[in-house]
């Protein structure tokens, strides 16, 4: 079945850099919207950024100009790129495929910003 695989998160310090990485199998990549979801303790699960087929992003008031998300069709391969990183960026980040009525989910990647 459809799997997506989360990785790149860890421990940063604040104003430090991180890059997310989603890898998609079984699924024909380059038909779904990807996107990166985010939920902090105690939150509720929240957008952070999409990428359409095409390339079209879109991104959360509260990381534009921050983050940068990309995908590379080839690698079957979604990207988040969070520079400028905050404590209140600390969540587990989600890997989302869309395609029509379809959804797939990963399992999640921890960032935690903290000093």
């Known amino acids: 079945q459809v799997q997506l695989v989360e990785s790149g998160g860890g421990l940063v310090q604040p104003g430090g850099s991180l890059r997310l990485s989603c890898v998609g199998s079984?699924?024909?990549?380059?038909?779904?919207?990807m996107g990166w979801y985010r939920q902090a303790a105690g939150k509720q699960r929240e957008l952070v950024a999409t990428?359409?087929?095409?390339?079209?992003?879109n991104y959360a008031d509260s990381v534009k100009g921050r983050y940068t998300i990309s995908r590379d069709n080839a690698k079957n391969t979604v990207y988040l790129q969070m520079n400028s990183l905050k404590p209140e960026d600390t969540a587990v980040y989600y890997c989302?495929?869309?395609?029509?009525?379809?959804?797939?989910w990963g399992k999640g990647t921890l960032v935690t910003v903290s000093s």
């Open positions: 079984k699924m024909s990549f380059s038909a779904y919207v």
């Open positions: 990428i359409a087929s095409g390339g079209t992003a």
């Open positions: 989302k495929a869309d395609l029509r009525l379809v959804t797939y």
